[in-house]
């Protein structure tokens, strides 16, 4: 019971901690300037679906080149069960 | 879960369930798959195969006993055609420990595998097709966060066994997207498994999957799974699971909850970074805290690699991103369970990699 308590404890500190903190920004996880995103200073609907899906496991690959974001977001697709829609919107977002 | 009395990292874990095999059959089998888009099929601008993966070196002190280990992680993708996708990764460490458990000179274990090797077939915009020998579907972390370069823990969470079948499974697999609105997104994976006893490819015979519906507004998924294995002593495994990640905090909570047929557990996992301070790049926004609680719970004696007795675990991580995919994750651990109470102390250093086989062609 004892481990209970901590583990509600600290989850409750974390959790007003985030939700207290200074300037919130759109996300932690996962985000790659690009120039549509950054003009728009809005998520694309790439964008969105990078967050909402890989990024909810790692962050973005800083050696990706253009010649791989097919595969990757391929790859992807099948790890995170995503439709061929989702497919195509990242990677437009990978690969404006 | 215990190796020479301590924790097995996720990876190591799933080799060892596994039989696993020598270094010179991953050393064939992933130049194969680098060599297949050559028979005649084109890759075209974005599309080449791709290295990529994790080095890391691993170190764990249980009990006082310190343990050391290397390991390199390949993962290759090869996409064939428009519909094709041939992955697989492959685990290769040396588990540098004690000889005999506690004391003694140190001795190497050897240790090289493949995790899985499928063939994907997209073969409508909602529907997968996976054969192969691919991860268990089971839950969310054997597919998610086994691998060394995503995973917050060194180790895996105690319930890790429940419903995996030895980590991967050898057959067909059906997964997709059976619902995407805006507001909501239902997911489905199911798989059939044969029994296999060939020695790089181990298999039991089971059949299962996982139900998730995931909101993107709320940034919240909730999934169940289910496992039964239909060979030996048959028994239901069943799991649930939550992770939440708010929109506009970079924080992340991940729990599951499994039941199968000799005992139970749960993991919860808080991990906040700090990027909202002073932004992800800076010193202070490259730490990301992390918390894990679980707990296990014996309902009757069986050989499911779970602890023995009741055990409950509260893991202290804190990890760091730096920059050019390096990270360093540690952790402190204290186990309580009536055979003993532990202290376990562990760091990870990793490096994830990723490059083209060679230039793609241009458009």
């Known amino acids: 019971m004892k481990q209970l308590a901590l583990t509600t404890s600290i989850i409750s500190t974390t959790l007003v901690l985030a939700q207290t903190s200074p300037a919130p920004k759109p996300t932690g996880t996962a985000a790659k300037p690009t120039a549509k995103a950054v003009s728009t200073n809005q998520p694309d609907v790439g964008q969105r679906k990078f967050d909402a899906n890989c990024g909810r496991c790692h962050s973005f690959p800083e050696q990706l080149s253009p010649s791989l974001t097919g595969t990757v977001v391929r790859h992807m697709r099948v790890r995170a069960n995503l439709s061929a829609e989702d497919e195509k919107d990242i990677l437009r977002f990978l690969a404006p | 879960m215990l190796h020479g009395g301590r924790p097995m990292t996720a990876n190591s874990l799933l080799m060892r369930l ?12 992933l130049p194969m798959l680098l060599v297949f888009p050559f028979a005649g099929l084109k890759a075209d ?9 994790g080095v890391g070196f691993l170190t764990t002190t249980n009990g006082g006993v310190t343990a050391l280990q290397p390991v ?13 996708l041939v992955e697989s990764r492959a685990y290769i460490s040396d588990f540098i420990a004690p000889k005999n458990g506690n004391s003694g000179p140190y001795q190497g274990d050897f240790f090289a595998g493949l995790q899985y090797l499928q063939l994907d077939y997209l073969a409508t915009p909602k529907v997968t097709l996976t054969v192969g020998d691919f991860l268990t579907p089971f839950a969310t972390y054997n597919e998610r966060l086994t691998p060394i370069w995503i995973s917050n823990f060194q180790d895996a969470p105690l319930i890790y066994p429940i419903g995996n079948q030895q980590g991967s499974s050898i057959g067909v697999m059906l997964r997709g997207n059976a619902y995407s609105a805006p507001h909501v997104r239902l997911n489905y994976t199911g798989y059939f498994s044969v029994s296999s006893s060939v020695k790089q490819f181990t298999g039991e015979r089971a059949s299962g999957g996982r139900f998730s519906m995931y909101l993107p507004d709320k940034r919240l998924e909730i999934g169940v799974s289910y496992s039964r294995l239909l060979q030996g002593q048959q028994g239901n495994s069943e799991g649930f699971d939550v992770w939440w990640q708010p929109y506009r905090v970079p924080l992340a909570i991940r729990s599951e909850y499994a039941h199968g047929p000799h005992s139970q557990g749960y993991w919860v996992e808080a991990a906040y970074r700090l990027s909202q301070w002073s932004g992800p790049d800076s010193w202070l926004g490259r730490l990301e805290p992390v918390f894990r609680m679980q707990q296990t719970f014996r309902d009757s004696p069986g050989q499911d690699q779970l602890p023995a007795v009741n055990t409950q675990r509260a893991d202290f991580g804190l990890d760091y991103h730096l920059p050019h995919e390096v ?21 990870t250093v990793t490096y994830r990699f990723l490059f083209p086989t060679w230039k793609g062609r241009s458009k």
């Open chain 2, 45 to 53: 601008a974005q599309n080449t195969p791709l290295i990529s993966g």
């Open chain 2, 72 to 84: 390199i992680s390949p993962v290759a993708a090869v996409p064939l055609g428009e519909h094709i």
């Open chain 2, 18 to 29: 596994k039989d696993g095999f020598i270094v010179r059959n991953i050393l064939l089998a």
């Open chain 2, 327 to 347: 990270r360093v994750n540690t952790s402190y651990s204290r186990q309580f369970a009536s055979t003993g109470n532990t202290n376990i102390w562990e760091t």
